[in-house]
């Protein structure tokens, strides 16, 4: 595959990203007991634990996610690329089409992308094997070298949308919607009702000029990661289209979602999750306190300095070789403030330093039974990058 800047963020997200965002479930407010923290914690206490209400019974569950039913992928390509004849490149974890007329290194590159995840039986002697059902993930992209960066303004818009992290600031910078919005609207529903996707609704519809990107992109470390600073190298105007997939069966009320990113003229980008099919409540459980789980957390923590920001509880996916694919978790959010960020420069290798103010966000997860969750030997997890500004102080 030829390596496209920016596009290796649309094939990397795992498994676990594209549920754990989406079946969170907030909680509320009531008193409790006071705090507890183990001797010789260094945890900063920046959010109330006696402000989270008991979430109450909580479910264990198998759900299973497949792209529409009936879906081939002569049937997706032709609709992408009508009449166009494709090459096939085969990965472990799926299959691109790609226009056979596209010469390998033209400053116009695209693909359509069946994500089928790692690790499966469905790679053999080189060849993907699978069916369009087999995979979680449909990823469409288009590109031009010499056009503004399609590929940045998605990674922008889509770090923007965390409001705990950033606050309105995506809907604030965009732009009035305008007739070429609505256009871009029916185009999105006209795929979706091509691929057969059932259940769904418009989340977001926004219009952004170049000069609403680059404030979005300041409340990012995207802007910093592509290492540009001028307002060129952002789309002249954008449309995004988000689509809430809602789950094709009952008892389930949590979504998936599809993005769209078009120019005025042209869809750039489209990433489109698979929906939930099937879904079964193994058990419920009762969690521990979220007094409780704070002292797991201390403990474990021991004397990092870490400033606790958020506390909730969420299904977290624990795989389907477990007796239930999602079992509920506490999830510990901590914020801290972080100076002269390292960033590795995609191109050249190297460690760049930004001197920015940033919050660096990171998480910890404990069980129903007051149990934190180890990744690969450590209990914080994420450490995602967002720089102080006037909307996230």
């Known amino acids: 595959m030829k390596k496209r800047k920016g596009f290796g963020t649309l094939l990397k997200l795992a498994a676990v990203g594209v549920l754990s965002g989406v079946l969170l479930t907030m909680t509320g407010c ?4 006071s705090n507890l923290l183990v001797d010789g914690s260094n945890m900063k206490l920046e959010f109330n634990i006696n402000s989270v209400k008991d979430p109450g019974p909580q479910k264990l569950f198998n759900a299973k996610t497949a792209l529409p039913e009936g879906v081939t992928f002569e049937e997706a390509t032709e609709l992408f690329y009508p009449g166009e004849e494709l090459r096939e490149e085969h990965w472990a974890t799926g299959i691109a089409f790609i226009p056979a007329s596209l010469p390998e290194d033209g400053e116009i590159y695209t693909q359509l992308f069946f994500d089928g995840g790692g690790g499966t039986d469905f790679y053999q002697d080189g060849k993907w094997t699978g069916t ?3 995979c979680y993930r449909l990823a469409y992209m288009y590109e031009d070298d010499g056009e503004s960066s399609y590929n940045a303004a998605y990674d922008i818009l889509r770090m923007t949308t965390a409001k705990k992290c950033v606050g309105n600031v995506s809907e604030e910078f965009a732009a009035p919607a305008d007739d070429t919005l609505n256009k871009q609207i029916a185009d999105a529903k006209r795929i979706l009702d091509a691929l057969g996707y059932e259940n769904y609704e418009i989340d977001i ?12 992109a300041k409340c990012t470390h995207t802007v910093y ?4 600073g001028d307002l060129n190298f952002l789309p002249e105007a954008t449309y995004w289209i988000r689509v809430k997939l809602n789950g094709t069966v009952s008892g389930h009320d949590s979504h998936t979602r599809i993005d769209f990113l078009y120019s005025a003229d042209r869809l750039y980008t489209m990433e489109a999750q698979a929906q939930i099919v099937q879904y079964e409540v193994v058990d419920t459980v009762t969690m521990c306190s979220p007094q409780e789980a704070l002292k797991a957390v201390s403990a474990a923590l021991s004397t990092s300095e870490v400033t606790l920001y958020d506390v909730y509880v969420m299904p977290y996916y624990m795989g389907p070789d477990e007796p239930a694919n999602y079992e509920p978790y506490w999830c ?3 914020r801290d403030k972080k100076e002269n960020v390292e960033i590795d420069d995609e191109d050249t290798g190297e460690i760049i330093t930004y001197e920015f103010d ?8 404990v069980n129903a039974k007051g149990e934190v969750k180890k990744f690969h030997n450590t209990v914080l997890f ?5 720089p102080i500004t006037e909307y996230n102080k």
């Open 332 to 334: 510990f959010v901590f």
């Open 225 to 228: 990661s592509y290492g540009v």
């Open 132 to 134: 369009v059902q087999d």
């Open 205 to 216: 519809a926004r219009k952004y000029t170049r000069e609403g990107l680059s404030k979005l």
């Open 30 to 33: 009531d008193p409790a007991s």
């Open 382 to 386: 994420g450490g995602g990058l967002y």
């Open 358 to 365: 940033c919050w660096q966000f990171n998480y910890m997860y």
